[in-house]
């Protein structure tokens, strides 16, 4: 199976700050990659599929970039509704799998 | 507006059986891969398995975790998903959500709220 290594698991940040999150593949998996946001007690929501393709509705403070086996995530401008927990996920080949997640928590 | 929702969690002892639900709404069901995901409490997500669509002759993957003891299924006359869990072990407790798979790349832009299993003796 694909393991996906993200990192970092657990950040602090203050509103404004721009971050970055990282998902390694341990084999090159194109640009199947996607990254979710959950909140507490919700479900997973999309916020960019295929590496870098910006899901409808959600603001453009967020972006996706890489392919092969390097990706990230960048938040330009954190707002208050943006500390949560994000997920990296490959679909390039079955098993699906998840990075560990990462926890934005505010500073 | 689409809408996913799962039911049938529940406490269930190790070595036990469950059966989840997923009914779906506000979309053409049939034409859809459909997944399982879940997360242990505290922990992160874990894709559990999936299920294509008739065009694909119904045919499924599942994580290693799960192979041979969970097993997905659909009814495409009625809008549903659904999960058979058996030989259930403690590692199984989870929130299950089921998750549309918006062109058959897994790329999962609709989730239902999600059920919690509760594996324990």
């Known amino acids: 199976a694909i393991q996906m290594t993200q990192s970092p698991s657990s950040l602090s940040a203050s509103v404004g700050d721009r971050v970055t999150i990282t998902c390694r593949a341990s084999?090159?998996?194109?640009?199947?990659l996607d990254w979710y946001q959950q909140k507490p007690g919700k479900a997973p929501n999309l916020l960019i599929y295929a590496a870098s393709s910006l899901q409808s509705g959600v603001p453009s403070r967020f972006s996706g970039s890489g392919s092969g086996t390097d990706f990230s995530l960048t938040i330009s401008s954190l707002q208050p509704e943006d500390f949560a927990s994000y997920y990296c996920?490959?679909?390039?080949?079955?098993?699906?799998?998840f990075g560990q997640g990462t926890n934005l928590e505010i500073k | 507006e689409v809408q996913l929702v799962e039911s049938g969690g529940g406490l269930v002892q190790p070595g036990g059986s469950l059966r989840l639900s997923c009914a779906a709404s506000?979309?053409?069901?049939?034409?859809?891969?459909m997944d399982w995901v879940r997360q242990a409490p505290g922990k992160g997500l874990e894709w559990v398995g999936r299920i294509r669509d008739k065009r694909s002759t119904y045919t499924t993957e599942y994580a290693a975790s799960v192979n041979g003891r969970f097993i997905i299924s659909r009814d495409d006359s009625k809008n549903s998903l659904y999960l058979q869990m058996n030989s259930l072990k403690s590692e199984d407790t989870a929130v299950y959500y089921c998750?549309?798979?918006?062109w058959g790349e897994g790329v999962f832009d609709d989730w239902g709220q999600g059920t919690l299993v509760t594996v324990s003796s």
């Open positions: 996920l490959q679909h390039d080949n079955y098993p699906y799998t």
């Open positions: 998750a549309r798979d918006r």
């Open positions: 506000g979309f053409t069901f049939s034409d859809h891969y």
């Open positions: 084999q090159g998996i194109r640009n199947a």
